[in-house]
Antibody, heavy 120, light 107 residues
Framework: QVQLQESGPGLVRPSETLSLTCTVS????????WRWIRQPPGKGLEYIGY???????SYNPSLKSRVTMSINTSKNQFSLKLSSVTAADTAVYYC??????????????WGPGKMVAVSS | DIQMTQSPSSLSASVGDRVTITCQTS??????LNWYQQRPGKAPKLLIY???NLETGVPSRFSGSGSGTDFTFTISSLQPEDIATYYC?????????FGPGTKVDVK
């Protein structure tokens, strides 16, 4: 059974860098894309970006200047870094698996989410 | 970015009722549309992909349809466990944007 689990600090100071890791268990890491999505408290879902096994990545243009994703295939982990954070970056951060479908991609397995607050 | 709208933003229905949610996109998305269910305090769950394909293990009371820019999600007979917020998502153009969500309550 495939499982994803986010980990990292739950509190980040303004202007610093948010760092999260998603550990994937029970899956073929190379067969899918790996995604990050966030959800501010009481609000909807915002797509952050994806990374492939090869290391190629694509980010939401609204966050592109501050986002870096990386992948560690030996540990079945992928990571998110978001720099220069402000209170607007306070959210639950989800990692998810992207599965190719006939037409496109669907996020078929999600981690439980990691709440990250930005506060001094 | 492709803009997504959903209606209604919330609804309340009785157990056994038929519930319909609509999703509209700002441009044709070539049938690349998914639906997710998010129960309170939980991560989203994929219910339907590519407009009308039911994800494995998802009850058959959930269904989807549509094309072009207009899509519909239906619960044929609402159950108490269906209390959740439902999101549509387009997967045709990056970034893969989500609709604002429809909150479903049971009367």
């Amino acid at each position: 059974q495939v499982q994803l689990q986010e980990s990292g600090p739950g509190l980040v100071r303004p202007s610093e860098t948010l760092s999260l890791t998603c550990t994937v268990s029970g899956d073929s890491f190379s067969s899918y894309s790996w995604r990050w999505i966030r959800q501010p408290p009481g609000k909807g879902l915002e797509y952050i970006g994806y990374i492939y096994y090869s290391g190629s990545a694509s980010y939401n243009p609204s966050l592109k200047s501050r986002v870096t994703m990386s992948i560690n295939t030996s540990k079945n982990q992928f990571s998110l870094k978001l720099s220069s954070v402000t209170a607007a970056d306070t959210a639950v951060y989800y990692c998810a698996r992207g599965r190719h479908t006939i037409v496109g991609d669907a996020f078929d397995i999600w981690g439980p989410g990691k709440m990250v607050a930005v506060s001094s | 970015d492709i803009q997504m709208t959903q209606s209604p933003s919330s609804l309340s229905a009785s157990v056994g009722d038929r519930v319909t949610i609509t999703c509209q996109t700002s441009q044709d998305i070539n049938k690349c549309l998914n639906w997710y269910q998010q129960r309170p305090g939980k991560a989203p769950k994929l219910l339907i992909y590519d407009v009308s394909n039911l994800e494995t293990g998802v009850p058959s009371r959930f269904s989807g349809s549509g094309s072009g820019t207009d899509f519909t999600f239906t619960i044929s007979s609402l159950q108490p466990e269906d209390i959740a917020t439902y999101y549509c998502q387009q997967c045709d153009n990056l970034p893969f944007t989500f609709g604002p969500g429809t909150k479903v309550d049971v009367k």
